[in-house]
T-cell receptor, first 108, second 115 residues
Framework: KNEVEQSPQNLTAQEGEFITINCSYSVGISALHWLQQHPGGGIVSLFM?????KKHGRLIATINIQEKHSSLHITASHPRDSAVYIC??????????WGAGTKLIIKP | EPEVTQTPSHQVTQMGQEVILRCVPISNHLYFYWYRQILGQKVEFLVS????????KSEIFDDQFSVERPDGSNFTLKIRSTKLEDSAMYFCASMTGSPMTDTQYFGPGTRLTVL
């Protein structure tokens, strides 16, 4: 059984739409990360969460520890948001256990 | 802005050869990681390194793999005898000494192709 499950696997939306990507995990964690992988392969950390909600620009991340669930939202989506968004949970030595990612395409 | 660098960006090698992938973490960081991503698959944890020793390793990180921090700046991943299935993108990451508040910073990756 995968420890980190993301949905949807692929998401195509029109520019301006509100985007939600979901992540569920099966293990107890100290923190959950949302990362962005660009088409060229580069990886950027977006958020680290251990509780509640964080906001950075048009990105919002929430986590519900009891339900072992997190969401990443993008408001007023733009074609430059097109990327793979990955949820990962921290292991005992802060190593990341990764989900499979959600490929997001925003059409103009 | 400080960044993690990796060399080479692409390495092609023959099966059975040894390869060394190099990373220069951000200078004040204390935690170091190697991850790999086989084409079309998810990123997988290989090894974490702290205080000059391995703190955690995955099942993938068998005796063919080793890591070193030889000079206080470089962080290397060695694969002794490469196999075809070692072909992947290898990412190095580093983090400060505040794991509860900091995120990991990733290098651009080294694409390893084993022929």
């Amino acid at each position: 059984k995968n420890e980190v499950e993301q949905s949807p696997q692929n998401l195509t939306a029109q520019e301006g739409e509100f985007i939600t990507i979901n992540c569920s995990y099966s293990v107890g964690i100290s923190a959950l990360h949302w990362l962005q992988q660009h088409p060229g392969g580069g990886i950027v950390s977006l958020f680290m969460l251990s509780s509640g909600k964080k906001k950075h620009g048009r990105l919002i991340a929430t986590i519900n520890i009891q339900e072992k669930h997190s969401s990443l939202h993008i408001t007023a989506s733009h074609p430059r948001d097109s990327a793979v968004y990955i949820c990962a949970v921290e292991g005992s030595n802060y190593q990341l256990i990764w989900g499979a990612g959600t490929k997001l395409i925003i059409k103009p | 802005e400080p960044e993690v660098t990796q060399t080479p960006s692409h390495q092609v090698t023959q099966m059975g050869q040894e390869v060394i992938l190099r990373c220069v973490p951000i200078s004040n960081h204390l935690y170091f990681y190697w991850y790999r991503q086989i084409l079309g698959q998810k990123v997988e944890f290989l090894v974490s390194f702290y205080n000059n020793e391995i703190s955690e390793k995955s099942e993938i990180f068998d005796d063919q793999f080793s890591v070193e921090r030889p000079d206080g700046s470089n962080f290397t991943l060695k694969i002794r005898s490469t196999k075809l299935e070692d072909s992947a993108m290898y990412f190095c990451a580093s983090m400060t000494g505040s794991p509860m508040t900091d995120t990991q910073y990733f290098g651009p990756g080294t694409r390893l192709t084993v022929l």
